[in-house]
């Protein structure tokens, strides 16, 4: 069992920029690939971004590749997101995700089916 609670979201303006963090609690984390998904007003949730159990490799959405990136600190069971230039199209509710891999260094995980565990979300809002 994984306990995952987001932080560090806000109202900022265009051009700004967050991080989000994911603490995870519990004993799987450093064995899991971590997503981060969002949900904008009206629409269904996406994915955005993922990272392997060691932090190797990364994988990301077009619509945020080069200005998000994604990073985790297994020694503090945390995962973050880190989003430039912002804009309001980045508006949403913003979740974390666990996806127990074991030893696997797989991930390309990109889908909301093939996660464990979920946090409750943090808004993120941009004004333009």
């Known amino acids: 069992q994984v306990q995952l609670v987001e932080s560090g979201g806000g109202l900022v303006q265009a051009g700004d920029s967050l991080r989000l963090s994911c603490a995870a609690f519990?004993?799987?984390?450093?064995?899991?690939?971590m997503g981060w998904f969002r949900r904008a007003p009206g629409k269904e949730r996406e994915f955005v971004a993922v990272?392997?159990?060691?932090?190797?490799?990364?994988y990301y959405a077009d619509s945020v590749k080069g200005r998000f990136t994604i990073s985790r600190d297994n020694a503090k069971n945390t995962v973050y997101l880190q989003m430039n230039s912002l804009n309001p199209e980045d508006t949403a509710v913003y979740y974390c995700a666990a996806k127990f891999t074991g030893v696997s260094n797989t991930y390309f995980y990109t889908g909301e089916y093939e996660y464990n565990f979920w946090g409750q979300g943090t808004q993120v809002t941009v004004s333009s």
């Open positions: 519990g004993r799987t984390f450093s064995s899991s690939a």
């Open positions: 990272i392997n159990r060691s932090g190797s490799s990364t």
